[in-house]
């Protein structure tokens, strides 16, 4: 969904702005997902069951341009949903989510691979998802299998055949050869050994130099700590403190080691 | 709640090319200029008119897609596509011996007429099942895509249509051949291949693919919710293909029984495809309209029912 800018009061230093942002969604409970099961419930009177899942609550934020925001919080406290809010696959609720600049999205990993074509063949195919062109995707391709280290004729061989640490480093690899102006990675980092891990860290240095915005979610502390200059705390869909990248994750991992929240964020 | 702002609380100017300083000391250029704006669904549906375009501009995607799905089935099969024209003509031949075994016989030429009559029945009726089948299960198997990237999702299901499409092509040469050695032998053989009806194939295969299409987006759209649902579409596509002109003739239905050929979706189709590559007649204008409208029907409430689901999809698979 793209609009006109002027029409839209968006601050040009700004990647991302987040207004009173709300995400449900239902989601079925019963065991059996299965047309059976639901004919089975309806000829008995009964429903399927269904919960409602309030992921983020009227959540505001503003990410400018250039900055690494790390998201740290508990399972289930919204984070996955946000991210997947500020790509464009999960639309909000209630709210807006304005994003300024091309969105380059590592959430899942393997993305667009199919383990019996080759790495280049998936690259492709990646990188058409994400909305590249085939002929500038292609001209990347080799630089990819690069930076993923790939020993060499791997890049031309089945996916089924790579170890899965090769795997990691190839998603990781095209989702910061989109060059984006955003990129937004959930648990991504977990991927590859430490050279590899250091190699990451430089190229979203890089990213940052070039006042691209970097939105990253893990559990991994010491990432959030190392690489982002700022961090938020996500607990039960709602920001439970911002700030100081290291300062948040001391309280979290407070609130980790303790197991009750701050006396003073007790609210949420 | 206040608004939160991460690297600075000063106000900015909604303007472009703005500049700040960061951490690091460096001043970058805010120079992105592609805006996209997430708000909530309207109905349930995504703009339109937004969304038809970026669903145009990643038609390329649907057909890539299409291509690697392809390359990665066949890639370690030695006959490889050879059973895409394999498979309908063994079925054929069992349908036939089944078919003429019940009648008790007949004469050479009715029996070869039956045959290609079976024969480009089932070749049209397996490009339609094959849309509908492939598309179904394309939502729940593109799951690492659909959580990762955001575009239209229907451009899964058409990926999986433009495959049967690029199956069901071979299929026909496959039945000229067929018909023509046949001819050769049995020259009173009552079939005329080629007349100035095949000038509506066209317009039968794109109202035929329209159906098969928007029937594929509501079964993908029940997989997501009941994941039995593609295995259900194996016996219901059994019984279809009982129920439509493909086994016997339309000619066979006498007063209200002719409206099965209407009510199934495929009727006008496959009773069109007869008339054409059997008889050398343009179809008949019942089977013209009914084209049309069940290809308008299917799109129309297929689409709704998808798109209006979507959302749910990332939070479902």
């Not at chain 1, 989601?27 to 992921?55: H, P, Q, W, Y």
């Not at chain 2, 608004?3 to 970058?28: C, F, I, T, Y």
């Not at chain 2, 299901?157 to 050769?184: D, E, M, N």
């Not at chain 2, 129920?243 to 003739?249: F, H, I, Q, T, Y």
Request: hydrophobic share 50%; charged share 20%; with cysteine.
């Amino acid at each position: 969904m793209k609009k006109n800018r002027m029409l839209i009061d968006m601050p040009a230093d700004l990647a991302v702005r987040i207004e009173d942002l709300s995400i449900t969604y239902k989601i079925n409970v019963d065991t059996k997902k299965t047309l059976k099961n639901a004919i089975m419930r309806a000829s008995k009177g009964e429903k399927v069951r269904m919960r409602t899942v309030e992921a983020v609550k009227h959540m505001n934020l503003d990410i400018p341009h250039g900055s690494v925001l790390g998201i740290v919080g508990a399972n289930g406290a919204g984070k996955s949903t946000l991210m997947r809010s500020i790509a464009g696959i999960l639309p909000p609720t209630e709210g807006r989510i304005t994003v300024n600049g091309k969105i380059s999205t590592l959430l899942a990993l393997g993305v667009g691979f199919n383990p019996a074509l080759s790495g280049r063949d998936n690259i492709i195919l990646g990188g058409l998802a994400s909305g590249l062109t085939k002929e500038e995707i292609a001209a990347k391709t080799d630089e990819i299998a690069r930076f993923a280290d790939l020993p060499d004729g791997f890049i031309d061989m089945p996916v089924r055949t790579y170890s899965s640490g090769m795997y990691g480093r190839v998603a990781f690899a095209v989702a910061v050869a989109m060059t984006p102006d955003i990129l937004l990675l959930d648990e991504a980092l977990s991927a590859g050994d430490a050279a590899f891990k250091e190699k990451s860290f430089l190229r979203m240095r890089e990213l940052v130099q070039e006042a691209r915005t970097i939105v990253i979610v893990s559990h991994a502390l010491q990432t959030v700590k190392d690489l982002c200059t700022h961090a938020i705390w996500m607990h039960k869909g709602q920001i439970l403190a911002k700030g100081d990248a290291g300062e948040i994750t001391e309280k979290y991992l407070e609130f980790l080691n303790v197991g009750t929240l701050p006396s003073n964020l007790e609210d949420f | 709640m206040a608004h939160l702002r991460l690297m600075s609380e000063k106000k900015s100017e909604p303007a472009s090319g703005a500049s700040h300083v960061n951490d690091l000391g460096h001043v970058k250029e805010a120079t992105p200029s592609l805006i996209q704006v997430f708000e909530p669904h309207k109905a349930s549906l995504p703009p339109v008119g937004a969304y038809m375009r970026e669903f145009w501009s990643r038609k390329r995607f649907s057909l890539e897609l299409a291509r690697f799905a392809d390359k990665a089935e066949y890639l370690e099969s030695n006959l490889g596509k050879v059973w895409l024209v394999l498979n309908p003509l063994l079925l054929a031949f069992v349908y036939f011996l089944l078919v003429t075994v019940l009648r008790g016989g007949s004469d050479k030429a009715h029996g070869f007429t039956t045959l290609a009559h079976i024969l480009i029945g089932l070749f049209t009726f397996y490009f339609a099942q094959n849309v509908i089948s492939d598309g179904a299960q394309s939502i729940t198997s593109g799951g690492r895509l659909i959580l990762n990237q955001a575009f239209p999702r229907t451009l899964l299901p058409l990926s999986s249509a433009i495959r049967s499409f690029w199956q069901y092509i071979p299929t026909i040469p496959v039945y000229i051949v067929v018909v023509v050695i046949g001819k050769f032998f049995i020259p009173k053989a009552d079939i005329h291949i080629f007349s100035w009806a095949l000038l509506w194939i066209p317009y039968v295969t794109f109202c035929l693919a329209l159906t098969a299409f928007g029937m594929a987006l509501i079964f993908a759209t029940m997989n997501v919710y009941f994941r039995d649902t593609s295995k259900l579409l194996s016996y219901t596509t059994r019984i279809w293909l009982y129920a439509s002109p493909v086994l016997w003739l339309p000619e066979m239905l006498h007063g209200w029984h002719r409206a099965i050929l209407y009510v199934n979706p495929l009727g006008p189709a496959l009773s069109a495809t007869a008339e054409i590559w059997i008889r050398g007649h343009q179809p008949t204008l019942a089977q013209i309209i009914g084209l049309a409208v069940w290809a308008v029907i299917a799109m129309i409430f297929g689409g709704y029912f998808f798109i209006s689901r979507e959302r749910d999809f990332a939070v479902r698979i």
